[in-house]
């Protein structure tokens, strides 16, 4: 299947596509007389559409100086278009970190607090009240992941006009809102971390391209291989040892 | 799968690499593993999807989890969250339409009109993005309930 990572069925909203990608996967079963490898021949639908989107919703100019209000200020103006979304669609991917979007406070709360260098090892103070499903260090990835469903899910929403691209989206929440200098900044505070082991869930909060210096999960040790090195630092991400 | 030009090119050699070590790996069957399936429209299908889908209320998936969760055919998609770690995969078409990554409602049409036999009452998932030689016990489960719940047929959705 020639589409994207993250989908294989190709595109969203188009069933008669989804089931020929189905049935061609399917039949095989009936064809094939031995393992078989075959390409889907078809591109998605929507193309890829880069560059194409821009976003309708006007957000101020981000301050790095004010950088919570900046950020709170984005989700009030989403909001509103999120919950739109929401409806629309009955449901939310919102809620990977275990928190509602009722305490999206406490989520802000939670990123900024990590962004000005509360450290990776609890939980914010500032950040208790919403039934947290990940351990630190890793809940800050998933915290990450919340305020990006959000924007996306706001932005994603509007009828009738090209849905952007996963490319589109990265472009428009690191380079333009204050979110993106956000997550940016909790980067930072990953590479200024006195432990190195930190440093591959960079990679797990901007994406590969958007990260400015070395790659975005960091490096890995002379003598390993990249799989040997992420299990050996695993347990430490997931907050089962130090 | 993307094409590999389409991919940054960290994540591009990723992918090399871990295409690499599987093909290092060997594996070996006590029995040939190629059999004649049943036809389609007598097969009962389930799917595994690797997008770390889970219930808002099971444990979610952790970073290197080999385990795996239930997701009922009937679910209701607000229910479902995703819990995988990859920030690198298009998520605005899965935000959309939960098709895109667990295509339950195109199976039940197909199993309407006769396509294929049916569809099983729960379906599984996984995080796809750990290494597959660890999935060995979790495959073992996974077929054991399948047969169970009278599966004839496993589709792989990779997200």
Known sequence: MPFPLGRPLGVADNPEFQRDVLRSALQLLETATEPTIADYPHEAPDGNGDGV???SIELPTPEMSELESSVRTEVDLLMPRYQEARRTRGRTT???????VDQIDKVVSFAIAIAEGSGFEQVPAVASGPNWRHRMPMLVRFVAEDLRALYQEAVTSEAGSQPPSQ???????????????LLKQIGQQITDHDDPRLRLMRGFIIPEGFWEGDHAFGGVPAGMTTDEYVRSIRPYLIGENT | MV?????????????LGRAALLKR???????????????????RIA????????RRDDPAFRFGDTGY???????DPAELVQSHIS???DRTHYQRDLNVVLPVDRMRELADAGEIGGVSPIHFSILGATESFLFEQTAAEIARRMHDLEVDTAMLVPV
């Open chain 1, 53 to 55: 989107w821009a976003c």
């Open chain 1, 94 to 100: 919102f809620g990977m970190s275990g928190a509602t």
């Open chain 1, 167 to 181: 490319r589109d989206i990265h472009t428009w929440i690191f380079q333009e809102t204050a979110l993106g200098r």
């Open chain 2, 3 to 15: 094409r590999l030009s389409e991919l940054h090119p960290e994540e591009a050699q990723h992918m």
């Open chain 2, 25 to 43: 790996s060997s594996f070996d069957f006590d029995a040939t593993p190629w059999i004649t399936p049943r036809p389609l429209p007598e097969s």
């Open chain 2, 47 to 54: 799917l595994i999807s690797t997008a770390a889908l889970h």
């Open chain 2, 69 to 75: 969760r239930l997701i009922p055919d009937d679910i």
């Open chain 2, 87 to 89: 920030v690198n995969f």
